[in-house]
């Protein structure tokens, strides 16, 4: 576990925009350091421990990309067509050991060793075979259709840098390149609860004015999808003594704890008092909506993340801030999404000094040019603005809001997620 000092978090601003919470997150917390080397096949979605250098050359030898015949360019006739014999056949997986292309057409499959004295392929359906000799056509620029041995990469070269989020084709050059097994940092481990006394567990039976827990759910398996270990610790009643005692046994054995709800100054938002008796918090006021209320602290040398009680809210500082908070801790390189850039055909006014993400969808336009919609109802409570929408456009902090026409970029919640 990264044990971390009580101020870590420290920071004496007004409302921090999201970039200066990225750059403090990247500043102050250490990664966890335990790492484990695993097969190949049990590495989707870890975190490379360290760069991983390719073994041999990729490909490791000479080959065909094509079906045809190999032969010297030398032989070809400068001018016009050439026929030669043919002589040899050489499919994947046979050596070429002892067969020349000299004065001669070697029959070649695609991925087979290329002749020694071979440099050029002709593909199949550009020849034309007469009895024993093939026709070959003028044209043909030396090299073409040859892969030459590490075109793809050399022996030596880094397949994947340390901090990479390992995806199947990053495993696939890994296996390509010689490695049956890779070195990756430890999962993370997250603690999470909801708080509140108006929760209820998913599918139980509801007592007035008390309402389905749903930001837990949906936590958790963001969670998952980011590749971390979640321990599911329920519902933390608004008890700030009781809330203290519980967030203090979490911070052993986990490296982040993470809860929802009561981070405001609400009389009863408790966490603020919870995390204070049992560690040091430091509010962070994010420039974000939705989202303003999230808090950072430390609980016994474990960062601690409290979101909003809003799910919208919830979903949006999950994947904007905990997300690069969650890269960071588990070694990881975090990339910014760039969002693809869409025309509005809405309008919407917002306040400059924060970033806003306005839930919208898709659609074609009559001039078949993609255009995005606004969500008809804005609240940070309302969930189906995330399951009747395509995604989020985000808003810069300076914008004064949309016109309809503008371009704005647009995240799809499939890439987000």
Not at 217 to 228: C, D, K, Q, W
Request: glycine residues 12%.
């Amino acid at each position: 576990m990264a044990q971390l000092t009580d101020d870590c978090f420290a920071f004496g601003g007004p409302l921090m925009t999201i970039e200066d919470a990225l750059g403090l997150i990247a500043e102050r917390l250490p990664p966890v350091e335990e790492c484990e080397t695993i097969a190949l096949a049990e590495a989707d979605g870890r975190i490379a421990a360290e760069d991983v250098v390719a073994l041999i050359d990729l490909p490791p030898f000479r080959n065909s990309a094509v079906d045809g015949y190999a032969v010297r360019f030398d032989d070809l006739a400068p001018d016009g067509d050439t026929c030669l014999p043919s002589r040899g056949r050489l499919a994947a997986g046979a050596s070429a050991e002892g067969v020349s292309a000299r004065g001669a057409a070697v029959r070649i499959f695609t991925g087979a060793p290329m002749p020694d004295d071979a440099d050029t392929v002709f593909m199949q359906e550009d020849v034309r075979i007469e009895g024993e000799a093939v026709l070959l056509p003028a044209g043909l620029k030396r090299g073409a259709n040859a892969r030459p041995a590490g075109e793809d990469l050399g022996r030596g070269a880094v397949a994947i840098p340390a901090g990479q989020r390992l995806a199947p084709q990053n495993l696939a050059l890994a296996a390509a390149t010689g490695h049956g097994r890779i070195r990756v940092r430890r999962r993370l481990r997250v603690a999470l609860f909801s708080t509140g006394d108006e929760l209820g567990e998913p599918g139980g039976p509801l007592r007035p004015g008390a309402i389905h827990d749903s930001n837990r759910v949906m936590l958790g398996a963001l969670l998952r999808r980011l590749g971390v270990d979640v321990s599911d610790l329920g519902i933390l009643r608004d008890e700030a003594r009781c809330l203290a005692e519980r967030l203090a046994e979490a911070a052993a054995g986990h490296d982040l704890i993470l809860t929802s709800g009561g981070v405001s100054t609400g009389e009863e938002d408790h966490v603020k008092a919870a995390v204070e008796a049992a560690g040091r918090l430091v509010f962070w006021r994010l420039a974000i909506k939705p989202g303003r209320p999230v808090a950072m602290g430390v609980i016994g040398g474990t960062p601690f993340c409290g979101l909003p009680g809003n799910p919208v809210a919830v979903y949006v500082t999950l994947l904007f801030v905990v997300r690069p908070l969650l890269a960071r801790l588990g070694g990881g390189t975090y990339a910014r999404p760039l969002g693809v850039p869409v025309r509005a055909a809405f309008a919407y006014r917002k306040k400059t000094g924060r970033r806003e993400f306005v839930r919208v969808s898709l659609r074609r336009a009559a001039d078949g040019s993609v255009e995005a919609v606004k969500y008809p109802r804005d609240g940070a409570g309302v969930i189906t603005s995330l399951t009747g929408s395509d995604g989020l456009a985000e808003l810069a902090d300076e914008s004064r809001g949309v016109s309809d026409g503008d371009t704005i970029l647009f995240h799809p919640h499939a890439t987000l997620l």
